[in-house]
């Protein structure tokens, strides 16, 4: 079993920033793909961001030029940094991890972190 644990979120005034991390923890070989979804009340749960193990990234075009994600294959973190925050970022944030351990492949989801933008 693979536990994902996020930190980082919290309130922030529009135009602000924050930094999202999540680690992984547990058995398991090797990560392949590490991203974050969000999900707003009454809205269903969209992908942020995601990296590769080769480290190739992709976003969602809503925050195309102010999110950056990022990991850290030595410490098996990932990491979102948030910058120039709106209102429509407001959502619970979720890490997800796929990839493969002894009990063949994996994916697993994070317990969330909320993400409050307002002034």
């Known amino acids: 079993q693979v536990l994902l644990v996020e930190s980082g979120g919290g309130l922030v005034q529009p135009g602000g920033s924050l930094r999202l991390s999540c680690v992984a923890s547990g058995m398991f070989f090797s990560i392949y793909t590490m991203a974050w979804y969000r999900q707003a009340p009454g809205k269903q749960r969209e992908r942020v961001a995601a990296i590769t193990d080769g480290n190739s990234t992709n976003y969602t075009d809503s925050v195309k030029g102010r999110f950056t994600i990022s990991r850290d294959n030595a410490k098996n973190t990932v990491y979102l940094q948030m910058n120039r925050l709106k209102s429509g970022d407001t959502a619970v944030y979720y890490c997800?991890?796929?990839?493969?351990?002894?009990?063949?492949?994996?994916?697993?989801w994070g317990q969330g972190t909320q993400v409050t933008v307002s002034s």
């Open positions: 997800y991890a796929e990839g493969n351990g002894p009990l063949g492949n994996f994916d697993s």
